[in-house]
């Protein structure tokens, strides 16, 4: 059974950092695209960050580069996303989420209609 499950949420101080970990069970991050998404109260779930199957490209959205990045580890079969100088518009819920590709080689989208595995989200506030 494919499960995707975050952790690392909380609360944290503007300009602070936070890692959230996604960690994978029962499939192979190396035979799919994770993706981290994050949706905000009122507002649709926006793509964020994603590493293809093969690990060898990822693809980042403009209003979290420089800040965000993704990174996995394929023994932990943990896929983790680092961000940095965060600001009140980043509060939301995080998700991530896994697609199987054709191939590990394509480029990885960061389109959420395209995944089908879905973890349950964690929170990330940022308040003084």
């Known amino acids: 059974q494919l499960q995707l499950v975050e952790s690392g949420g909380g609360l944290v101080q503007p300009g602070g950092s936070l890692r959230l970990s996604c960690a994978a069970s029962?499939?192979?991050?190396?035979?799919?695209?994770i993706g981290w998404f994050r949706q905000a109260p009122g507002k649709e779930r926006e793509g964020l960050l994603c590493?293809?199957?093969?690990?060898?490209?990822?693809v980042t959205a403009d209003s979290v580069k420089g800040r965000f990045s993704i990174s996995r580890d394929v023994a932990k079969n943990t896929v983790y996303l680092q961000m940095s100088s965060l600001t009140p518009e980043d509060t939301g819920v995080y998700f991530c989420?896994?697609?199987?590709?054709?191939?590990?080689?394509?480029?990885?989208?960061?389109?959420?209609?395209?995944?089908?595995?879905w973890g349950q989200g964690t929170q990330v506030t940022v308040s003084s």
């Open positions: 989420a896994a697609v199987r590709p054709r191939s590990p080689y394509r480029a990885c989208t960061i389109s959420a209609t395209l995944y089908n595995y």
């Open positions: 029962g499939f192979s991050l190396s035979s799919y695209e």
């Open positions: 590493i293809s199957a093969s690990g060898g490209s990822t």
